[in-house]
Every structure is written in C-alpha cells, then in structure tokens.
C-alpha cells in the first residue's frame, strides 16, 4: 500500500532563512507526487508536482522539490523564506497508472516563520 | 474565475445529531472529491463523483455517510448520526477530470465539532 511519511511535524525558522521539508514516500513503482500548502481557515493550494523527466521540479511561490528514487523522497525547498510562508504542507503521492485511486496525503508539516 | 464554495464553514454539533455540507464546485468541472482532514492529519478521501455518478466510496462509513450529486454539479455530504470521531474538517474539492494529471483545487472546508 503507498504511503506517505513527513517526518517533521513542526519546523521554525527565521524570516530569510533557507527551508527544506522533507517527504518520504513508499510505492512499487515511480508515482505522482504533490506539495500542498493549505494556510489556516483556507483550503489546500497546489505548490508543485512531479510526474516524469526533469527531476528538479519548481512550483509557484518560489519553492522547488528534487525527486531521489533511490531514496525514495520528494523534498520541498526554498532558498529563502518569507513570513507570509507560514502555513501547513503537505506531500502527497498518487499512482501513476491509475486515474481513480486517490491520492494519500502525509500528516503534514507545521512552518512557523520568526523575525 | 471562482473557486470551490462551500457551506456552512463552521458547525457544532451533539452526538447522535445530523448534519449536512455543501459544496459547489468550479464551473465545468466534472470530477467532485469529498475529503476528512482530522487534527493533525492530512486529507483522506471520502468519496469520489464523475459528473454524477461515484467512482470511488471505499472509504467512506456508509452506515453513517451519505453523498449525492444528483445534476452533477453541486453536492451535498450528510452525516446521520454523528458521532465524537467525526469531527474534523471536511474539504471539497473539483477537477476537470479523473487522474492525477489534472489539478485538484480545493474550497475551504467546513470545519465540524461533535460535543
């Protein structure tokens, strides 16, 4: 069965500073994989995904994530990070091969941003 | 463009009560989600529509749970009775259609407390 692990519940850092969320997943084979930030009372908002070639992958607010299939993770970057950044995310990974099965969300990492 | 819409956004509730959410999804999309995000955790799929008809429900308690899409577009997520365990957030979300190809966007859920 996939499953999806974010092994940082709460991450702080300071206004400027570089952030790195880590996400590891499990599945037989390469799927699709997802970044969400959901900003209390809001929904969740697509950062990125990746599904084939360039491994790199950029997403919108200036994140990034690297997919490493030898290590079977989709880590989300970001040079530097700005208060309004502050917000939950959330990976996500999907098969690639199957339209209907849903998608299995990790239990999220909390980013808290200090001056 | 508006997003997905839904109602109520907040609702308490007693144990043994019913309850009902409503969603309306972005114009034209075919493909409706209902997920349950408990505290703490990310997303997990309730129950899945094609324009009108469900392509997915294993998850969802169906001794408790109902949903209906009845002219595919809006839809409506009933509990009845509820119970302590299901309060969370209940989140909606649309895409043109199935496959994880085509983006999920999600409205801002309503969040449910069971007394």
């Known amino acids: 069965a996939q499953s999806v692990t974010q092994p940082d519940i709460h991450i702080t850092v300071s206004e400027g500073a570089s952030l790195e969320l880590r996400c590891n997943y499990s599945?037989?084979?390469?799927?699709?994989l997802f970044w969400y930030v959901q900003s209390p009372g809001q929904g969740l908002q697509l950062l990125l995904k990746y599904f084939s070639g360039d491994t790199l992958v950029q997403g919108i607010k200036g994140f990034e994530a690297e997919f490493k299939r030898s290590q079977s993770s989709f880590n989300l970057r970001k040079p530097s990070v700005h208060w309004s950044d502050a917000a939950e995310y959330f990976c996500?990974?999907?098969?690639?091969?199957?339209?209907?099965?849903?998608?299995?969300f990790g239990k999220g990492t909390r980013l808290s941003v200090i001056a | 463009e508006a997003g997905v819409a839904q109602s109520p956004r907040y609702k308490i509730i007693e144990k043994r009560q019913s309850v009902a959410f409503w969603c309306n999804p972005i114009s034209g999309h075919a493909t409706l989600y209902w997920y349950q995000q408990i505290l703490g955790q990310g997303p997990k799929l309730l129950i899945q529509f094609q324009n009108n008809g469900v392509v997915d429900d294993s998850q969802l308690p169906k001794d408790r749970f109902s949903a209906e899409r009845l002219k595919g577009v809006d839809s409506t997520l009933k509990i009845q009775p509820a119970k302590l365990e299901d309060s969370a957030v209940y989140l909606c979300?649309?895409?043109?259609?199935?496959?994880?190809?085509?983006?999920?966007?999600f409205g801002p859920g309503t969040r449910l407390t069971v007394t």
């Open positions: 979300a649309s895409s043109t259609g199935l496959g994880h190809k085509s983006e999920q966007y």
């Open positions: 599945y037989g084979a390469t799927p699709y």
């Open positions: 996500a990974v999907g098969p690639l091969n199957s339209g209907n099965t849903p998608l299995v």
